[in-house]
């Protein structure tokens, strides 16, 4: 077993007095592809969020690498390695390709390596770099979203959190999109992924947990929660 690099212990999250998550723990190894997986409304992003620093929960702890960040701010939780690709991409639509990647690179661990790093997401996204000179509101929806996944590895992140991707994109442009996900978890980045598209993400998982209306339902490696009567039932349509 590798070393878990992040857990959630027992959260309780409300937006006023609406309870949005409630006592939801969830483990992700160093290496790994954890996924959470739900429909629209169950809680996910509000997960993230939290994860991110952007919510405080009333309850319960965050640990990255054996350290309590519940209470850190989202810049000292960037500042550790966590970064988020977030829902909706939210690049800088006047910005240039390259500008955009730019900002990505804001600590100083970063500064120190941006040639590597520009490098690496060039590698990754060659289209990027075709587009660099671009304004970033000129890309597709695909591009945008390779976009805003090569800005976030610009910070050269210990974990990526991914909050549903393949939003909006069409069927042919999630399927890119997941194999860009597969080439990272290939590299080693440890990676939480939020996402409705469960048939793509079980694909790639390591681990999955099951979110409905605020609480994990089910846990499990991918092959158990594939063969699940409830996710056979209600989410793959078998």
Do not use: W
């Not at 590798?2 to 007095?17: A, C, E, S, T």
């Not at 702890?61 to 000292?76: G, L």
């Not at 959190?161 to 997941?178: K, Q, T, Y």
């Amino acid at each position: 077993m590798n070393k878990i690099l992040l857990q959630v212990k027992d959260i309780d999250v409300y937006y006023g007095d609406t309870q949005v998550l409630s006592r939801v723990s969830i483990d992700v190894e160093e290496g790994k592809l954890v996924s959470v997986l739900g429909p629209n409304g169950a809680g996910k992003t509000t997960l993230i969020k939290t994860i991110s620093g952007l919510l405080k929960p009333r309850s319960g702890q965050i640990i990255f690498d054996e350290v309590d960040i519940t209470r850190y701010s989202p810049h000292m939780v960037a500042d550790i390695g966590i970064c988020t690709v977030p829902e909706g991409r939210r690049i800088f639509p006047n910005l240039t390709v390259r500008e955009n990647l730019l900002m990505g690179a804001y600590n100083s661990r970063a500064r120190k390596n941006i040639r590597e790093s520009l490098e690496r997401v060039y590698k990754l996204f060659p289209i990027l770099e075709e587009r660099e000179r671009q304004v970033a509101k000129t890309l597709s929806g695909g591009e945008a979203q390779m976009l805003a996944i090569g800005r976030a590895l610009m910070s050269c992140p210990r974990m990526l959190l991914l909050d549903e991707p393949s939003l909006g994109l069409a069927p042919l442009i999630v399927s890119e999109v997941f194999k860009i996900i597969e080439e990272l978890k290939k590299s080693g980045i440890t990676i939480l992924l939020v996402e409705q598209h469960i048939t793509h993400a079980l694909g790639l998982s390591d681990y999955v947990y099951i979110l409905e209306n605020g609480r994990v339902v089910l846990s499990g490696r991918k092959d158990d929660i594939r063969e699940n009567k409830h996710v056979r039932e209600y989410y793959l349509g078998i």
